[in-house]
Each structure stands twice: as structure tokens, then as C-alpha cells.
């Protein structure tokens, strides 16, 4: 069959890409926000790429339109495939029918960690030898790609809150059926798709009605939106991790670098790795007991966590030119901005963290988290923000007086500000959801004075 995917780019349509491909399919696709780490996977694969929404992009006509969410009526595409009739389906449709029946679903939703939770969760699954599909919403280190069929029974999908399609306003992970089902937490985000918290959790509990009573949903403890969906209605077992629940993680050095799991108040084994802070903790006991769900024992899961490398610009480590030691990060909420921090602090001490954030989320752009912000980068020394026009919102920030913010309104201005002011032992964190206009690897060559 020749699929077209529009959007193919996006980390969970890439992964859809690489999974056609398996099946067989001759695979291009259609995109005009192309950046690493997913365009680095589809040139690996040799799945064509064209850059933007041309309809001759759709001639020879393919037998199926693949249609991402960020894809809407009056898209060039999307308004040719729909007068010439060309089958068309939303990933997550397609995924469910194409892969995903039959199998044992590990599904992993929250607002954050999934990326992180469900690479752990699939590296866990390796390890054993149950030789799992997965399809994960980055590139997973421990793995050459971001998704794949897999050989065993057990399928681990990043389950995403965000809609569909322009025709399916549904979640995504309401498509994928779960038998374990792993809730990390709920919070406000997605602006540009939920009015309200309140729409968010309609969402989760619909979730929930997919999940079979034999099945079993994982939640973190302690989160009152997560109880308020278990309120709406439950029909499977829960077990908790966290603070207070049934898993629970005790870290041994000031970074969590090293903790040891327990269930129950029961040591189930000791994880050693490279990973950073209390919410990676918290990840990796939803991971241990997913997969103790598949079958696989917490220690031997344990072991296999002391071998991941996580999830690729999940604080990525990119390097140390002239001893400033930098990374790259996801982060895009505030929660998630300062778990980031947090954790980074835990292994710099007290030497500098300049953090440099462009706001490019839809929610963040929108003004949503504007008064979170500032407390949310209280952890940095320095902020470096991009403030592109329109976000004149996010200069309020300069007055939080726990951190010397810059405001500028271009990438090459922060890489020069930052050449100028970071020093040997500082630690320099970037944070985006985008490419930030290859502002990594710009400064990393600054820095080393290319």
C-alpha cells in the first residue's frame, strides 16, 4: 500500500512512519517543521520527506492519508484529499487497527514523563527478552528508533492526551485499548484544545473505560486530578507509586543518581544510573511495576534500568566546551521546567545553572502559565529567555528576584551572551519543545570557540 503521512515530522507521526514501513507499506510523507531528532530517523530509513503542504505532494495518488493533528481544513493537502475522495485516517486509528489489536497494550499517559517512562518501560521489556513493539514520542537512547513492530506480545505506546485529528477531536489514547495502564499525573496544558482542567480529566476517564477489568492502571500517588478521574468511574485494579504508595523509590545520593525500589515497604531491588532527580525516580517505579504487569520481576527490572540511557533531549548531557557543561531538555510546563531544574541542581551543587527557555508550546505562547514562570526558573542563577514578538507577556518574568533574567528576541543574541558569561563549572540547561533554531549545536561550537 502507498501511504502519504501529513505532518510526518511530529514525534508520534514519525513513529507511525517507521511502523508502516515494517509492514511493508511504501511510506513518504508531507511536513514544514522539520528538526532533529525525527528528521535525523526518517533520513535513516529512507522515508522521503517534502517540505510543506503542496497537493502535488499527493500525486501519484496514494491509497491512505495518514492526517496529523496539526494538520486542519484549509491545509492545501488536507483540501485535495478531501475533493479527490483519497482514503484518509488519523494515526491513532490507524495505529490501533494496523498494530495494536491483539496485543498486550502498556500504555503510558500523564501530562509529563511519558517520553521518559515509556522508553524505560520498553528498555525493561528488552532487557527480559519479551522483544517488544513500541512507539515512544522521541528517540529512546537504548534504541536505534523511535517505534517498531516488535516480536513479542507486549506493545508499549506513548498515550497522549492531545487530539487526534482535524475529524477526530477525541484523545489519542482512547483509541489504543490498554490492558496496563500507567497515569503519571494530570495537569493543566494543551490550551489550544482544552478549555479547562475539567476537560482534561473527561478525557483521562474516557481512557479509563477502555482499560478491561483483568487489566491494571498505574497511578501516581498523591495527585488529586488523577482521583478525581478514578472518582468519575473505575473498573480495573489500581496500584500507586510515589510518596505513600504501593512502589516507592529511596534515593541514596543528593542527585537520585542511586535509590532503591521497594513495593510495599519490601526491598525489590537497587537502581545505579545516569539519570537525574526525584521525578525520574517516580518514573522509573511506574516503569518496574508496568512491567511487573508483563511479567518481568522488579529486581530484574531494576538491573535493566542501571543500563538506560534515556530519552534523547530529556537532559541530555551534550557536552562540556571549555568546561561548561551543557544540556538539552523537553521541558516546556512549568511543573516540568522546574523538576528539570531541581534535578540538576541536585548534581551541580552550588555551581551556576543558566537556563535558557524558549516558550514555544501552544499553551505557554497563549499566556496560560505567564504567572507560574517565574517560580517555575527560581532554581536557575540566570535566565536566558527568547521572546520572539507577540509573547511580550513573558517579560514579566524580569521582575522574579530570585534569578537575573535576559530577554531577547534573537537566538544569536543569547549565544553570544552566553559565550560571554558562562565560566569553567557553570552548567548551561536548554529548554524547548522545538528545533529553538539549532541554538544547541550553535552554542556548543561558540563555547568551544568554532
Known amino acids: 500500500m502507498k501511504i502519504h503521512i501529513l505532518g510526518i515530522c511530529g514525534t508520534f507521526m514519525g513513529g507511525v512512519a517507521k511502523l508502516a514501513r515494517e509492514l511493508g507499506h511504501d511510506v513518504a510523507g508531507s511536513d514544514q517543521n522539520v528538526y532533529p531528532p525525527m528528521s535525523d530517523q526518517l533520513r535513516a530509513l529512507g522515508i522521503p520527506v517534502h517540505y510543506g503542504y503542496s497537493p502535488a505532494h499527493l500525486e501519484p495518488r496514494p491509497d491512505l492519508v495518514i492526517v496529523g493533528n496539526a494538520l486542519s481544513r484549509g491545509n492545501a493537502c488536507v483540501e485535495h484529499m478531501l475533493n479527490e475522495a483519497i482514503p484518509c485516517a488519523s494515526g491513532p486509528e490507524w495505529l ?3 498494530v495494536l489489536r491483539g496485543r498486550h497494550v502498556l500504555a503510558v499517559s500523564g501530562t509529563h514523563g511519558k517520553t521518559t517512562v515509556s522508553a524505560m518501560l520498553a528498555w525493561i521489556l528488552e532487557s527480559a527478552g519479551l522483544r517488544p513493539g513500541y ?17 513479542g506480545s507486549a506493545f508499549v505506546v506513548e498515550a497522549d492526551e492531545y487530539d487526534s485529528a482535524f475529524f477526530d477531536k477525541r484523545s489519542k489514547f482512547v483509541h489504543y485499548g490498554p490492558r496496563t495502564l500507567i497515569i503519571n499525573n494530570i495537569e493543566y496544558d ?12 473527561r478525557q483521562f476517564h474516557h481512557l479509563i473505560r477502555t482499560v478491561p477489568g483483568r487489566g491494571r492502571i498505574l497511578i501516581r500517588q498523591g495527585d488529586p486530578d488523577i482521583q478525581q478521574v478514578l472518582a468519575m ?11 505513600g504508595g504501593e512502589w516507592t523509590g529511596h534515593p541514596l545520593t543528593a542527585d537520585a543518581a542511586h535509590f532503591e525500589v521497594r513495593r510495599n515497604g519490601q526491598p525489590e531491588g537497587m537502581v545505579q544510573w545516569s539519570l537525574l532527580g526525584l521525578h525520574n525516580v517516580e518514573n522509573a517505579l511506574a516503569a518496574v511495576a508496568a512491567a511487573a504487569e508483563a511479567g518481568v520481576q522488579p529486581g530484574r527490572s531494576c538491573a535493566a534500568l542501571g543500563e538506560f540511557l534515556g530519552a534523547a533531549r530529556r537532559l541530555q548531557h551534550l557536552g562540556d566546551p571549555g568546561g561548561v557543561h551543557v544540556y538539552d531538555d523537553f521541558a516546556h510546563h512549568p511543573t516540568a521546567i ?18 535558557v527557555l524558549e516558550p514555544r508550546s501552544n499553551t505557554m505562547r497563549m499566556g496560560v502559565h505567564r504567572e507560574a514562570l517565574p517560580a517555575a526558573l527560581s532554581g536557575a542563577d540566570e535566565v536566558f529567555l ?30 553570544l551572551q552566553l559565550a560571554e558569561s558562562a565560566r ?15 541554538i544547541q549545536k550553535r552554542l556548543l561550537a561558540r563555547l568551544a570557540g568554532g
Open 386 to 415: 527568547f521572546l520572539p514578538r507577540g509573547l511580550d507577556w513573558a517579560a514579566d518574568g524580569k521582575a522574579d528576584a530570585s534569578a537575573r533574567w535576559h530577554v531577547h528576541d534573537s537566538v544569536e543574541e543569547i549565544i
Open 233 to 243: 468511574g473505575c473498573w480495573t485494579p489500581v496500584s500507586s507509586f510515589g510518596p
Open 135 to 151: 512507539l515512544i514520542g522521541g528517540v529512546a537512547r537504548n534504541f536505534a528508533d523511535s517505534a517498531r513492530l516488535g516480536a
Open 424 to 438: 569553567p563549572g557553570d552548567h548551561v540547561l536548554i529548554m524547548s519543545n522545538g528545533g529553538f533554531e539549532g
Open 338 to 355: 522546574a523538576a528539570t531544574l531541581a534535578a540538576l541542581r541536585g548534581r551541580a551543587g552550588t555551581a551556576r545553572i543558566l537556563a
Open 96 to 98: 490501533a487497527r494496523e
Open 190 to 201: 494543551h490550551a489550544d484544545i482544552f478549555a479547562d482542567l475539567a476537560a482534561i480529566r
